[in-house]
């Protein structure tokens, strides 16, 4: 076996493709020692595991997501009713979800694989899409405070159909 100590997270000399991936992957799991245990397993064929916790860790934000669509989903349609709206335009406005989704998520995606930034491809869009997110919910949810209850609609339901958006815009990369 090969063994390479590198403590920074470059690949090991002579090593592309997919052996590059698992040795800097696997630095990023184990620290000090994972480039050297991944490009042993990188050249004998072998693919780097990750602990369970650590996969655990990476699903929690699409578990919050998830948790954000169960939330919306079901209380959107009383609040447009509560709002003024009538209820085929509060039903009517739940289709925003699948069909924002249908083009927030291919275009989103390739945009986030042309990024070059220091922190990464995905770290910047998934941060910019938990502050839009959070932005636009803020305001849907005090459109009847922001504005009268007559106008209020007029507001809450573009409104919910850009939250769609951003939500969509965090769960892609």
Not at 58 to 76: E, K, R, T
Not at 87 to 104: D, H, K, Q, V
Request: glycine content about 10%.
């Amino acid at each position: 076996a090969i063994s390479v100590g590198f403590r920074d997270c470059r690949s090991a000399p002579g090593l592309s493709g997919q052996r590059a991936l698992a040795s800097r992957s696997a630095c990023k799991m184990g620290g000090e020692g994972g480039v050297a245990v991944a490009a042993t397993k990188a050249r004998k064929g072998e693919q780097v595991a990750w602990p369970l916790w650590k996969l655990c860790l990476m699903a929690l934000p699409q578990l919050g997501v998830q948790v954000l669509w169960c939330f919306i989903g079901p209380n959107s349609a009383p609040y447009m009713l509560h709002l003024g709206a009538g209820p085929s335009l509060a039903t009517l406005n739940n289709i925003a979800g699948p069909i924002t989704g249908f083009f927030t998520g291919p275009i989103v995606g390739a945009l986030s694989d042309t990024l070059t930034s220091r922190w990464g491809r995905r770290r910047p869009v998934i941060l910019a899409g938990l502050a839009s997110t959070w932005v636009a919910g803020v305001l849907f949810a005090s459109s009847e405070h922001l504005f009268s209850k007559d106008t209020a609609i007029f507001f809450a339901a573009p409104m919910y159909w850009v939250m769609d958006v951003t939500i969509n815009i965090l769960q892609t990369p």
